[in-house]
């Protein structure tokens, strides 16, 4: 009898256990992968038929070419900034002996922490016609700086993606180990020898997969160049994209949507790529991080570098900011700084009305259920791989991880293509709800949680599950009482890099919100192309201060370089991008 109830009961397991894959499998395909193949189709969708016609319309428009042109350009040389200056202050911060580190890499960092969209908003304030800058120059006889061209696009780019080639390159520069120094040493080299023949060589592979991330960045990018470019008449890819989705008529789907493709093949190449120089760099994944001082500079030169470095890093993403805070201020765009010039009926407006306060609402809501779903499917995901094995979460993080490589703005168009009828006969009728938003969102950042929860179960020996079960403690009670407890921090602390880009997200809402469902992105995405400067810099002046704050609250105690020296510390949120340097995707929107 008991024998009976056995094979009943391992019946019973294997039938749970091969409905659970199906619903993962089923879950892979109708929420990853039949909204790419929805845009692969409607990319060849020819009236009645398919075809390659819409390839053909596209590549025979000057604008088509224009905006390939510009986005080669503009991702090229930005990437070119990005990497040099990025691996430079990552050598100086990993290696070198001046101080204050820690304000440096927070300031390093700052154009990842804060929305790209807002830190172009401080540049334009910074560099506006009437603003001081340009004024000194006209008093100076010198022209103008129009941020408003493909040099200011470059410019801003470039200053958003440092974080990303710094966050690369620092790590595997402390990996790699001193002795190889030393026996180059040895043998007759100098220092400036070594650290060419032996660290450069050695963090190539870094420098590169870096400067891959930032080239990827640069072309899904949509909020620089939207802000900068569309009243400019500087088309690129994504801007293009988003042009000829919001137009009228029979074909500007399918146009969009050919488009995209064109995007998603570049994308999903410098994936590989990247792919390929994060293995080459793969050796070094288990060696401990040296946070030890190779490079020695003398006193006076040490202040003058470090000094030097703090400047410069006040000038690209400080002052722009302050200029941002005075904007918000002003009664109108374009006046002169001065007391009478000054009201807070910006900051009143954005408090009380209605639009905006809905549209923090919608954000606040979007990033709170994102986040929540995230962590709970991300790490049962990441408990089935790692612990079960099972090969349909294997499936489902790889299909994850396909669309958060993709342009913002082509999962955008496959989210729409898909949503409005994702079964044949089946309309859900989400499409202009929030609801879409919801999806979009968690398809979007998902993989991120499941890659930090994989981190985390790593470090939980399997064996205190074992014993759990060994003392007759069922699958709750192991979870709540040896998991949950174990796994809450590092959890959370990747959950913020999903919480704050979500919270602050442009790209996808750009293209799915509706009247009542407006995001804050979006909100001051609106009143920068209606000329509301004011209103946007006051909007971006009080985001910018609470995902700063949110920063400085998850590294409280730890932003002093004294004890980064100590204890050899990581910040969290430098800790936890850390390991999602394989999946590419929007930096800030």
Not at 36 to 63: H, P, S
Not at 346 to 361: D, E, K, P
Not at 541 to 552: E, H, K, Q, S
Request: positive net charge; hydrophobic residues 50%; aromatic residues 10%.
């Amino acid at each position: 009898c008991s024998s009976n109830r056995e094979a009943e009961m391992e019946i019973s397991r294997k039938t749970g256990a091969a409905a659970a894959q199906g619903a993962i499998y089923l879950l892979a395909v109708l929420v990853f992968l039949l909204p790419l193949v929805r845009l692969l189709l409607m990319a060849i969708t020819v009236g009645d038929g398919y075809g390659l016609d819409n390839f053909i319309t596209l590549l025979a428009e000057e604008r088509t070419h224009e905006a390939v042109i510009n986005t080669i350009i503009i991702s090229v040389t930005s990437t070119v900034l990005a990497a040099a200056a990025g691996s430079g202050l990552a050598f100086l911060t990993a290696y070198s002996n001046i101080k204050r580190k820690g304000l440096i890499e927070f300031l390093v960092l700052l154009p990842f922490i804060v929305p790209s969209y807002i830190i172009t908003l401080s540049w334009s304030s910074f560099l506006s016609s009437r603003g001081s800058f340009n004024t000194l120059l006209a008093s100076l006889g010198l022209p103008a700086v129009n941020i408003y061209s493909m040099g200011g696009i470059i410019l801003v780019l470039g200053i958003c993606n440092i974080p990303i080639v710094y966050l690369n390159v620092v790590h595997m520069l402390r990996k790699i180990p001193r002795d190889m120094e030393w026996a180059a040493r040895s043998c007759g080299y100098t220092q400036r020898q070594a650290m060419i023949k032996i660290n450069l060589v050695s963090a190539l592979p870094a420098i590169a997969a870096g400067s891959v991330l930032a080239f990827l960045s640069s072309i899904d990018n949509f909020s620089v160049p939207a802000f900068l470019g569309i009243s400019s008449g500087i088309p690129v890819l994504s801007t293009y994209i988003y042009e000829n989705a919001i137009g009228f008529g029979p074909n500007a789907f399918p146009l969009a949507a050919a488009l995209s493709l064109i995007l998603s093949v570049i994308a999903v190449a410098g994936t590989l790529l990247e792919g390929f120089f994060v293995k080459r760099g793969a050796g070094m994944d288990s060696i401990k991080e040296d946070y030890s001082v190779r490079v020695f500079f003398r006193k006076a030169h040490r202040i003058a570098l470090e000094w030097g470095i703090l400047a410069v890093l006040l000038i690209l993403n400080i002052i722009p900011m302050v200029s941002m805070v005075i904007t918000s201020f002003m009664k109108s765009y374009g006046l002169k700084f001065s007391p009478e010039n000054l009201t807070l009926s910006n900051f009143a407006f954005v408090f009380h009305n209605r639009n905006v306060l809905t549209a923090v609402r919608n954000s606040i809501l979007l990033a709170a259920v994102t986040t929540v779903v995230c962590i709970v499917a991300g790490t049962a995901i990441a408990y089935a791989k790692l612990r079960k094995k099972s090969r349909a979460a294997a499936v489902l993080e790889k299909c994850a991880s396909l669309t958060y490589a993709i342009p913002g703005i082509v999962l955008a168009l496959a989210m729409i293509f898909h949503w409005v009828e994702p079964v044949p006969g089946f309309r859900p009728g989400i499409y202009g709800t929030i609801n879409i938003l919801i999806i979009a969102y968690i398809t979007r950042y998902l993989v991120l949680q499941i890659k930090g929860s994989t981190t985390a179960l790593l470090t939980v020996d399997p064996a205190m599950e074992e014993a759990c079960a060994a003392s007759g403690r069922g699958f709750f009670s192991r979870w709540f009482r040896i998991l949950i407890p174990l796994l809450t921090g590092p959890i959370l602390s990747g959950a913020f890099m999903i919480f704050v880009p979500a919270l602050t997200e442009l790209t996808l809402s750009s293209m799915l919100a509706s009247a009542g469902t407006r995001t804050i992105g979006l909100t001051i995405f609106n009143y920068q192309q209606g000329g509301d400067y004011n209103l946007a810099a006051a909007m971006s002046v009080i985001v910018t201060l609470l995902v700063v704050a949110g920063y400085c609250v998850a590294n409280r105690k730890k932003l002093k370089s004294e004890y980064r020296e100590v204890s050899g510390y990581e910040p969290t949120y430098t800790a936890g991008n850390k390991k999602l340097q394989q999946n590419p995707g929007a930096q800030g929107n």
